[in-house]
């Protein structure tokens, strides 16, 4: 059975840091990509960084350039959500998800109706 499971969420000042984890379990690992979305109240679901599991290609949207880093433990089967310089902005659930990909393909998809499993969401709120 697949399971996500995301950890790390909280309420910090502006300015503040988190580190958001997601725990994979059920799958191939290296097989798939992982995406990072939020969705605060009353907006859509955006995607906010991906990875692909086997050659690390990334993908992230621009409100969190050089503020936001990804990373994938492939020996924990766990992916890293590292979030600086938070902005009341930022103020979402965050939620992972996985996606097959195919192998070398370096590129992970960015629209949430690419992917197939989700975790249950983790509460992010960043206070001005």
């Known amino acids: 059975e697949v399971e996500l499971v995301e950890s790390g969420g909280g309420s910090v000042r502006s300015g503040g840091s988190l580190r958001l984890s997601c725990a994979a379990s059920?799958?191939?690992?290296?097989?798939?990509?992982i995406g990072w979305f939020r969705q605060a109240p009353g907006k859509d679901r955006e995607g906010v960084f991906c990875?692909?599991?086997?050659?690390?290609?990334?993908t992230y949207a621009d409100s969190v350039k050089e503020r936001f880093t990804i990373s994938s433990d492939n020996a924990k089967n766990t992916v890293y959500l590292q979030m600086n310089s938070l902005k009341p902005e930022d103020t979402a659930v965050y939620y992972c998800?996985?996606?097959?990909?195919?192998?070398?393909?370096?590129?992970?998809?960015?629209?949430?109706?690419?992917?197939?499993?989700w975790g249950q969401g983790t509460q992010v709120t960043v206070s001005s």
């Open positions: 990875i692909v599991n086997s050659d690390g290609g990334t």
């Open positions: 059920g799958f191939t690992f290296d097989d798939y990509a």
């Open positions: 998800a996985a996606t097959m990909v195919a192998a070398g393909t370096g590129r992970c998809p960015f629209h949430h109706l690419s992917y197939d499993y």
